[in-house]
């Protein structure tokens, strides 16, 4: 998030470093259920950290199956610095196998990308695989590190063997920060956050303008994705530049799981029976928003309905949506994560990282949670993979 000072990592991290991790008190006792409270110990599976220097691990996701350089079960791993700590440089995606071994998936080069990508590489939290074999990464590029070099960047879809295939770009994608994907196979949608709508002009201060795009697309193994519609489904996000983590805004996103139709109250959530509700993360409010009907919606939601606010959350970043549809979210304020039901209750937090000042803040940022096996993150102060189990 910041220009932390980078933590040296000695060499890849096979040996798993232990940590007790304190639960803190279950915030509504009468869920037995709650995910943290199983979670106890936490394991640094290696440095996130390739060999041309790039740091501060971003977006993080899950290959579904194996096909080119892609395994499935591996982890893919965005990263936004340059060698250099400077923000909006990182070029490089990395792959890292369950047992730690790390290879780069993907280095881009700007000036040999097929097609615009305005301001060129500075990879974010926005990065997906499509079950075809297509990668979709994010792009916040900056010159130097700061705002004030910051440009709009654009979507690069990489193919599975980590080549640069084309790009997405345009005026509904400014500053790509965070994403999510509902993948059918041959049809997918795109569900992304931009943080550079009117920021730059009225830098340092707040404008509600950050916005969230749905993008649908048609693809195949052998056919490159290609754009069926862009819809705004949110928007008048507050957002801004801010020195220590270029620019703040909507973050985090994640889909409501797919209803079962022999259990009505399977698609309950705070906005009632919703089919695929979508959840964001309103970092500078503090909150986690709801946007109805996300995957059908052909109008704006506006900045939707709170599910949660105020509470653990502090500055809320990254966040992942678990199979039982509970909403668990990193803070960007400190090391903790919390969790939430669908009717938006908070139900427990645990903390992650208590390293620099304040303790925890600025290293949280893409999570997934796998059933049976625990919590994956990044740590963007130490740049390495962790497991909560």
């Known amino acids: 998030m910041s220009k932390r000072s980078v933590i040296a990592v000695s060499g890849i991290l096979f040996c798993a470093l232990l940590l007790t991790v304190v639960v803190t008190s279950v915030l509504a006792s009468d869920d037995d259920d709650a995910i943290l409270k199983n979670l106890h110990k936490i394991t640094t599976i290696t440095s996130t950290v390739p060999s041309n220097g790039d740091v501060n691990p971003y977006g993080i996701v899950r290959v579904p199956r194996t096909t080119g350089r892609l395994t499935a079960g591996d982890i893919l791993i965005s990263n936004f610095n340059g060698s250099g700590n400077l923000q909006g440089t990182g070029t490089t995606i990395v792959e890292i196998a369950p047992t730690g071994g790390l290879t780069v998936f993907a280095q881009i080069n700007a000036a040999t990308l097929p097609g615009s990508c305005p301001g060129g590489v500075g990879l974010t939290t926005a990065l997906t695989v499509l079950r075809t074999g297509w990668v979709i990464v994010g792009s916040l590029p900056t010159a130097d590190g700061s705002s004030k070099t910051a440009q709009a960047g654009c979507l690069i879809v990489l193919d599975d063997t980590g080549k640069p295939v084309e790009t997405f770009f345009g005026s509904l994608i400014s500053g790509p920060w965070d994403m999510t994907v509902s993948d059918e196979d041959t049809h997918a949608e795109l569900f992304v956050t931009n943080v550079l709508n009117g920021t730059l002009a009225a830098s340092p201060n707040v404008v509600q303008q950050g916005t969230l795009v749905r993008i649908n697309l048609e693809e195949t193994e052998t056919q490159m994705p290609s754009i ?116 938006g209750v908070q139900i427990a937090k645990t903390l992650l990282d208590n390293t620099g000042t304040p303790p925890g803040s600025g290293t949280l940022f893409g999570l997934i949670y796998q059933p049976g096996y625990g919590l994956l993150f990044v740590d963007d102060g130490s740049n390495t993979l962790n497991l909560l189990q």
Do not use: Q
């Open 228 to 343: 069926e519609s862009m819809t705004v489904i949110g928007s008048g996000f507050s957002e801004r530049t801010d020195p220590a983590a270029l620019a703040i805004g909507p973050t985090g996103v994640g889909l409501s799981p797919a209803c079962n139709a022999s259990d009505p109250d399977d698609c309950t959530t705070v906005v009632g029976n919703s089919e695929r509700a979508l959840y964001v993360a309103d970092t500078l409010n503090n909150r986690i928003a709801v946007i109805p009907d996300a995957i059908d919606r052909t109008t704006s939601a506006g900045v939707g309905i709170t599910l949660s606010h105020g509470g653990s959350l502090n500055f809320p970043l990254g966040l992942t949506v678990a199979p039982n549809g509970e909403v668990l979210t990193v803070n960007g304020g400190d090391g903790f994560i919390t969790e939430i039901t669908p009717g």
